[in-house]
């Protein structure tokens, strides 16, 4: 059963970093696009970052460049997102997404809650 499983989410205090794992199963990891996404409460998801499958051509949503960087690991079938200089604002569930080639399939993760608050 294909699958992406999010982890590393917790409460930190403003200016401080985290690093969201996302670890994927069932699929050929180095084929997919991968993204993550955020929502916070009452507002929609939004897009954060992407990395592509071949390349590892990378973007960012305008609100997080500079501060938040993507990256992936095709041997150990995980994406990462590094978070630094964290803001209130950037409290939200972040999610996971996978998407095939051609956009044969997309596998969304359950999320992991992050928290930025003194």
Known sequence: QAQVEESGGALVQPGGSLRLSCVASGFTFRDAGM???RQAPGQERELVAG???RSGRT?????VKGRFTISRDNDKNTVYLEMNS???EDTAVYFCKAVGPFGGYTYWGQGTQVTVSS
Not at 59 to 63: E, F, I, L
């Open 59 to 63: 973007t960012y949503a305008d609100s």
């Open 51 to 53: 990395i592509s499958s």
């Open 35 to 37: 993204n993550w996404y």
């Open 86 to 88: 964290l803001r209130p």
